[in-house]
């Protein structure tokens, strides 16, 4: 697990910085400069926006008696599509507007709770608070 969060962590800003320098080569550095920070800024409202929407809905469950799992899973997805979003590059851009937007959003949550499920029923969720 570790292994492909350091992939991750390296492999994926390289990549995005290789096709900003390719579309810079095009476009050139202006228009390249623009669209970082116009995705940036229109990322960080949108998870503005959704977050706001999340607590609200959080609030609301609780005042009912209901458990906000989705919404907190929901949650975990907005603020890691935020993060996403926040960084420059495209790769990362198009797989925050995913994690962020609520319909695109929907499947990451069901994927999620899968994979808890299936760690709760198979006993290897022991594993990995017990680090």
Do not use: H
């Amino acid at each position: 697990m570790l292994f492909k969060l350091i992939l991750l962590f390296t492999l994926l800003p390289l990549l995005d910085f290789a096709i900003l320098l390719k579309i810079g080569s095009y476009i050139g550095f202006k228009y390249t400069l623009a669209i970082v920070i116009v995705t940036g800024l229109t990322g960080a409202y949108f998870a503005k926006r959704e977050g706001r929407d999340i607590i609200t809905k959080i609030k609301f469950d609780i005042s009912q008696g209901k458990m906000p799992a989705d919404e907190l899973i929901g949650g975990l997805c907005v603020i890691l599509g935020g993060a996403f979003l926040l960084a420059p590059g495209l790769i990362t851009d198009a797989l925050g507007l995913m994690l962020v937007l609520p319909i695109t959003r929907i499947p990451f949550i069901n994927m999620i709770k899968r994979r808890f499920k299936s760690m709760l029923t198979g006993g290897n969720l022991w594993f990995y608070f017990r680090r």
